[in-house]
């Protein structure tokens, strides 16, 4: 679609002849499916398209491997806001077909199913795109049988309803609404390890707290507005505006839990395929658990997160990857000689109200350190250093560590003898502006 370089005038009656194109392919697809169409990863396949074109559902390249493909409704320009069994990902001979039967099913080339609606024998008589961005599937008389807006993959838009009950995932991330309090909760959730609740927030609490919601409701109003409502409650909660709240025009706004946990509200102008941030959940990305993998040391650059490793004693889990995790150089059970705890200053284990893997003492920092030096299974510790006495003893076998200037916090990690430090901060080029250049 970007018109030749060159001469402008050829390049403009090129973009011409291609809308004109795309418009009458896009409009011999803006109807019903009927059972048995199906799509492919073809370049030549065609894709479903919302009546005006709004959305498409079409096979995208998978954003974690290329050659791979996802089945994605997307919004006008490649924004994804939905996919087929939660980008399951097939290879270039996969389709995704409405069955005879009615069943809406992803198959892998090797003729896996790797995703199905589940709608087979339901009289599901087609499949349409809805301007909403919704995937619908009906019967003869018109009825809904299924529908993506109830089976959200990690997005909701405007106009979509995400109720309790429901979750959006990204990797081991799960976002829900908590039917009681109606709190935005986002869980970490990985095979071996025991979950952790990382944000479970009221937003205006004080106003629900001594209510109990039926059914709260998240959505994102077309003015960018993010709000909770549910029967009990006489007015909407207001969970937060977006930054360009107000603002109108053509554009998609949506809510996405995003593949490093945090949960965003975004906007999107038509046909731009770029999203742009408007409100994070977590306002600092190192309080979100795992974010660096396993014993990850989350901090920041002057500009963005960054990962790294506790100690020199540990290394990354993949070189290419610093979000991957870290692991020791020398397996504990495998020391030469005895086992010892590094300090790590300015450094938490993260912890939260609800997490059960952890032990917690009103102990001085260096019992702290004894302790989890003593404890078979304790792995490291935090002496939190901020008046309230606190120790904390992580005895799970997935811990993250967070490092700021801003901690009072001391931390330890058990390594095999000796613990070898990180260099300081002030020797990289990853400093803070205070600390370089002093020397140069
Ligand atoms: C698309 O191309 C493939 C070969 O690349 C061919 O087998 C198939 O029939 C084509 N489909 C359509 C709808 O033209
Ligand atoms: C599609 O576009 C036309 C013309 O812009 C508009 O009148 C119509 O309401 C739109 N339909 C939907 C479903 O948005
Ligand atoms: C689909 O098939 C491709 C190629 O055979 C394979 O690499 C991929 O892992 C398969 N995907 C699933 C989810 O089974
Ligand atoms: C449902 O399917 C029928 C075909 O049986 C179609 O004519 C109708 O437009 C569809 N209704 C909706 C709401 O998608
Ligand atoms: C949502 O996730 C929770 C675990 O976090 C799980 O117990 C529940 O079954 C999931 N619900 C749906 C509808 O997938
Ligand atoms: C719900 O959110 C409020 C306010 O953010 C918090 O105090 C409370 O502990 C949360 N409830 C649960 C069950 O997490
Ligand atoms: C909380 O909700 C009440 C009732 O809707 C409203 O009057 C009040 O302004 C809200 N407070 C905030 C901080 O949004
Ligand atoms: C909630 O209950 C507490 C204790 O019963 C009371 O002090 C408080 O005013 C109540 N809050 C609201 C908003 O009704
Ligand atoms: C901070 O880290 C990000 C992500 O690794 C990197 O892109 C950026 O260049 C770094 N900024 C500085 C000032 O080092
Ligand atoms: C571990 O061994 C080193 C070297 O032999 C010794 O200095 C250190 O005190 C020992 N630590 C413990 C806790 O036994
Ligand atoms: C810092 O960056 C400069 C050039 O930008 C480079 O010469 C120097 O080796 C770097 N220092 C470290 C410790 O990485």
Redesign the pocket.
């Given at each position: 679609m970007r018109p030749l370089r060159g001469d402008p005038g050829a390049g403009a009656d090129l973009a011409i002849l291609c809308c004109c194109f795309l418009l009458l392919s896009f409009l011999s697809h803006g109807a019903?499916m009927p059972l048995g169409s199906s799509l492919s990863p073809a370049a030549n396949s065609t894709s479903w398209s919302s009546p005006n074109s709004t959305y498409s559902l079409r096979f995208v390249p998978s954003p974690t491997s290329p050659s791979l493909f996802v089945a994605a409704v997307t919004y006008a320009g490649g924004v994804p806001v939905w996919s087929a069994g939660a980008g399951a990902a097939v290879d270039s001979r996969g389709s995704l077909r409405l069955s005879s039967s009615g069943d809406l099913h992803l198959v892998n080339g090797s003729g896996a199913v790797l995703w199905s609606s589940g709608t087979a024998g339901r009289g599901v008589?087609?499949a349409?795109l809805h301007e909403s961005g919704n995937l619908?599937l009906?019967?003869?008389r018109?009825r809904?049988v299924w529908q993506s807006f109830h089976h959200p993959t990690d997005t909701v838009v405007m106009s979509q309803s995400f109720t309790s009950g429901m979750n959006l995932t990204s990797g081991p991330y799960v976002f829900a609404v908590d039917r009681a309090t109606g709190n935005l909760t986002l869980n970490w959730a990985s095979a071996g390890a025991a979950p952790v609740t990382y944000l479970s927030k009221g937003y205006n609490y004080t106003f629900t707290a001594n209510t109990t919601l039926s059914s709260p409701k998240l959505t994102m109003q077309t003015n960018g507005i993010v709000s909770i409502t549910d029967g009990s409650l006489d007015s909407p909660i207001i969970v937060a505006y977006s930054s360009n709240y107000g603002e109108s025009g053509d554009m998609l706004r949506f809510l996405r839990l995003d593949s490093d946990g945090n949960f965003r509200a975004y906007s999107a102008a038509h046909g731009s395929g770029t999203a742009t941030e408007q409100w994070s959940a977590v306002a600092d990305q190192c309080q979100v658990f795992g974010y660096c993998g396993n014993m990850g040391m989350c901090s920041y650059n002057r500009t963005s997160p960054v990962c790294g490793c506790p100690s020199r004693n540990f290394e990354l889990v993949d070189a290419s990857n610093p979000r991957s995790g870290c692991k020791r150089k020398t397996e504990l059970q495998n020391c030469p000689g005895n086992s010892t705890m590094l300090q790590i200053d300015n450094t938490q284990f993260l912890t939260y109200p609800l997490e059960i893997a952890i032990e917690q003492f009103y102990i001085g920092i260096t019992a702290c350190r004894l302790n989890c030096l003593a404890g078979s299974s304790c792995v490291g510790a935090t002496a939190l250093s901020d008046g309230s006495g606190l120790c904390w003893l992580k005895v799970s076998n997935f811990v993250s560590a967070y490092q700021s200037a801003s901690l009072p916090s001391t931390s330890f990690v058990k390594v095999c003898f000796p613990g070898v430090p990180n260099p300081p901060v002030s020797a990289t080029n990853a400093s803070s502006p205070g600390t370089s250049g002093l020397h140069g």
């Open positions: 019903d008589a087609a349409s619908v009906n019967n003869s018109g809904v």
